[in-house]
Each structure stands twice: as C-alpha cells, then as structure tokens.
C-alpha cells in the first residue's frame, strides 16, 4: 500500500533521495526498478505531491493515507505493511479505521487515475496454481 514508501511523500520530484532509504539502500538501492524509470518517477511523484494536500486536509499523513485508501477499497481484505521503525509502526497504524469521506475519496480517485493499479484483474491471477 506505500509503494515501498514512494507514497510516504520522503521522495520529492527534482530532490535527492533521503539517507538511508530503499533507494540509496546498502545494496545500491532497493527500490523497484520500475520507480527509478524517469517516466514513471515523474508521473507517481506528481500525483504523491497532489495527494499530500489531501492528507493534510483529512488530518493524516501522507503514509496514512494511502493506507486507509487501500482499506477502503471492497476488493482489499487486508493491507500488508512493513515498517523499518517502531515510529512508522504506529504511523500506519494510526490509519485502521478511518473513513476517508466520500469527496476526498472522489478527489484521491482523481488523482490517481493512471498512475495507480486498481482493477483487481491486473493483481490476481485467474489461475489459483504457481
């Protein structure tokens, strides 16, 4: 749901990334490789900066809101989160529960559009076997 912490809002369009992230990680960089593609860099971190507004609207953080957004959505049962401090732990956490209201769900959609995948028939196999 945090896009290996694209949508935490710590990369920037035209900054360089933070020390000690997935992509300045002690392998060279673990962040998919498809984010490191200046296309779609530009294209997913412009709509995280149009998101983090909305955020702040709703009184969530940018890490907050893409998991609630996730939770929201009646094709997802559960989100998966990882956390590499006990302080983003809490952050996410933080997100169960919330009810992202209607119009900012519409303006999240908006945003998104393109960017994100959210047809369920992209993310599952119809084949249930390996």
Do not use: C
């Not at 990334?17 to 530009?42: I, K, N, T, W």
């Not at 997100?95 to 995948?117: L, N």
């Amino acid at each position: 749901p945090l896009a290996q912490g694209v949508l935490t809002g710590k990369y920037r369009r035209g900054e360089p990334a933070p020390a000690g992230s997935r992509l300045l990680g002690p392998e060279g960089g673990s962040l998919e490789q498809r984010f490191l593609d200046d296309e779609v860099r530009e294209s997913v971190l412009g709509a995280v900066e149009r998101l983090m507004p909305i955020a702040s609207d709703l009184g969530l953080s940018p890490a907050q809101l893409a998991i609630a957004w996730v939770l929201q959505n009646p094709n997802v049962s559960s989100a998966i989160i990882g956390a590499s401090r006990p302080d983003q732990v809490h952050d996410n956490a933080a997100a169960s529960g919330v009810r992202i209201p209607a119009d900012a769900m519409a303006q999240i959609d908006d945003v998104v559009r393109g960017v994100a995948r959210v047809d369920p028939a992209l993310t599952v196999s119809p084949d249930p076997r390996p």
